[in-house]
């Protein structure tokens, strides 16, 4: 099993930078996708940024120019930072890690962005 644990999360003020983190435990498999998805209230999750074992990475519109998301593949980890941050970035922010074995989600952390 592999368990994404988020952290990171918090209030902040109309365009600040906030940092995600995920680090997953368990075995991963070598080709895998690691992503972050948010939703939210009253709204579906979306995905926000992916990137691929390789190092390649694409990105929602919404979040293009402010976003940028990197991995760390000898501590399984990957990151989201996020700049120029909006209120409509509020939600809960999940890692999900997609490998040859399934599709593994965090508990999510909440982001809250004060205008």
């Known amino acids: 099993q592999v368990h994404p644990v988020e952290s990171g999360g918090g209030l902040v003020q109309a365009g600040g930078t906030l940092r995600l983190s995920c680090a997953a435990s368990?075995?991963?498999?070598?080709?895998?996708?690691m992503a972050w998805y948010r939703q939210a209230p009253g709204k579906q999750r979306e995905l926000v940024a992916a990137?691929?074992?390789?190092?390649?990475?694409n990105y929602a519109d919404s979040v293009k120019g402010r976003g940028a998301i990197s991995r760390d593949n000898a501590k399984n980890a990957v990151y989201l930072q996020m700049n120029s941050l909006k209120p409509e970035d509020t939600a809960v922010y999940y890692c999900?890690?997609?490998?040859?074995?399934?599709?593994?989600w965090g508990q999510g952390t909440q982001v809250t962005v004060s205008s």
């Open positions: 999900c890690i997609t490998t040859t074995r399934g599709v593994y």
């Open positions: 368990g075995n991963i498999a070598s080709s895998n996708v």
């Open positions: 990137i691929t074992n390789g190092g390649i990475a």
